[in-house]
């Protein structure tokens, strides 16, 4: 494997399941990065770490909650989803802060 | 807070043409600026990284430019090919330690015709 690979990459969802979004970096990248992309909106950064601490929150809903066991691999814990969280949810990862970051092909979410 | 904004939101051209997509921003004070292209339904794939202190980047058949005083970039893609139809975003990162933030434009959709 190459890159960021992310799984499942297709998930349908009820309001009541709980599920979980993984993301691997095969890169030795040291920072991880969720992002929410929906119709029309631009992409909406979720969480961010680096050296496997959160350093960025970005006012999302406790319904998603991150995890980061290792610098390799980031989580995205989903637990009484709303219509209206269905989207793509893309992982992506950097050397550090400022550098190039490298996209996941995504995990299109549907939530029913 | 920076907004980007990206024009036209879609673009249809004949294959062979050269084309130019835009990219503004309202805060000047940023780090550097990035070019992705997205396909439908995937990820992005990074196409040019320019640094504020940079004019321009080139690969290949594209070219970025970067006018940090007026918030603009510009990507600026030659001979135009059908495998060119994507989605192209710019995203600005700002200047300051320890933000990770990227903020995105919504994209110019770009569908180049054979």
């Known amino acids: 494997e190459t890159g960021v690979t992310q799984t499942p990459r297709h998930l349908v969802m009820g309001m009541t399941n709980k599920k979980s979004l993984k993301c691997e970096q095969h890169?030795?990248?040291?920072?991880m990065y969720w992002y929410k992309q929906s119709a029309k909106k631009p992409l909406e950064l979720m969480f961010v770490?680096?050296?496997?601490?959160?350093?960025e929150n970005n006012s999302v809903p406790s319904r998603f909650s991150p995890e980061c066991p290792n610098s390799s691999h980031l989580f995205l814990h989903l637990h009484t989803l709303q219509p209206e969280d269905s989207a793509l949810y893309l992982c992506?990862?950097?050397?550090?802060?400022?550098?190039?970051?490298?996209f996941g092909p995504g995990t299109r979410l549907t939530v029913t | 807070k920076q907004e980007v904004t990206q024009i036209p939101a879609a673009l249809s051209v004949p294959e062979g043409e050269n084309l130019v997509l835009n990219c503004s921003f309202t805060?000047?004070?940023?780090?550097?600026l990035q070019w992705f292209r997205q396909d439908p339904g995937k990820g992005l794939t990074s196409l040019l990284l320019?640094?504020?202190?940079?004019r321009e980047q080139t690969s290949g058949r594209l070219n970025a430019s970067l006018d940090k005083s007026s918030g603009r970039s510009t990507l600026y893609i030659a001979a135009s090919q059908p495998g060119d139809s994507a989605t192209y975003l710019c995203?600005?990162?700002?200047?300051?330690?320890?933000?990770?933030?990227?903020?995105f434009g919504k994209g110019t959709k770009l569908s180049v015709i054979p």
């Open positions: 890169l030795g990248h040291n920072a």
């Open positions: 995203a600005v990162r700002p200047r300051g330690a320890g933000s990770y933030q990227l903020t």
């Open positions: 320019i640094q504020s202190s940079q």
């Open positions: 770490y680096s050296l496997e601490e959160r350093v």
């Open positions: 805060d000047s004070a940023i780090y550097n």
């Open positions: 992506a990862s950097s050397q550090g802060n400022g550098y190039e970051q490298y």
